[in-house]
């Protein structure tokens, strides 16, 4: 059962119910879309994430957030998730974009989140972190600081850094190949 503190979240009291199960379920699902899960993988990498919350229920400690928690699970089974992908068939295999949306459309999602995926890939694992749960996942820098166990500031500086990272990479990707030539010597000197 989960550990049992002086000031229990409201999840804390039932973590195994159906109302509980099916919230950690929904919040994965969405995190793990957002961190780059294939559509067609996306249910067996909730189940994954589900299953090693399970396992690991015991340290969940009561007196922290749960998003972040979860999030930690999310950003493993993703990883994996996208290293088996990469190996079965190649990066930016599968569209993002729903069905309903134009061709363009799609061809210019698939495109944006291979930029992006791209760029997060380069980027050091504690700054790209740090955007992601920021950026994407919205969590304060407090909670990332507790999350990630480093001084808030820390996270602050990370969090700059990934951002003039993140454009530097996005632009150097999408220019074209003599604006390429221009940028890196602009770079170079």
């Known amino acids: 059962m989960w550990k049992k503190t002086e000031r229990p979240s409201r999840h804390a009291a039932e973590p195994l119910s159906a109302t509980w199960i099916s919230e950690a379920a929904s919040y994965l699902k969405k995190t ?8 067609s993988d996306l249910e ?14 015991d340290t969940f400690d009561a007196t922290r957030p749960l998003k972040p928690w979860l999030f930690g699970f ?36 698939v495109q944006a989140r291979c930029i992006a995926e791209q760029v997060l890939g380069r980027m050091p694992a504690e700054r790209s972190l740090v955007f992601t749960l920021h950026d994407l996942e919205g969590l304060s820098a407090t909670e990332i600081a507790r999350l990630v166990e480093a001084p808030t500031n820390t996270v602050y500086s990370r969090l700059r850094t990934a951002r003039a990272e993140f454009a530097d990479a996005v632009l150097e990707l999408t220019a ?3 604006q390429r030539e221009a940028l890196a010597l602009s770079i170079a000197s």
Not at 32 to 39: E, K, S
Not at 44 to 57: F, M, N, P
């Open 74 to 109: 999310a950003v493993r089974v993703a990883a994996n998730q996208r290293r088996k992908r990469r190996d079965e068939l190649g990066d930016c295999a599968e569209p993002v974009a729903p069905e309903a949306s134009s061709p363009e459309r799609q061809a210019l999602l």
């Open 32 to 39: 793990l879309r957002r961190l780059g899960v294939a559509p």
């Open 176 to 178: 074209a190949p003599n």
């Open 44 to 57: 067996d990498a909730v189940q994954e994430a589900l299953i090693a919350v399970h396992k690991k229920r």
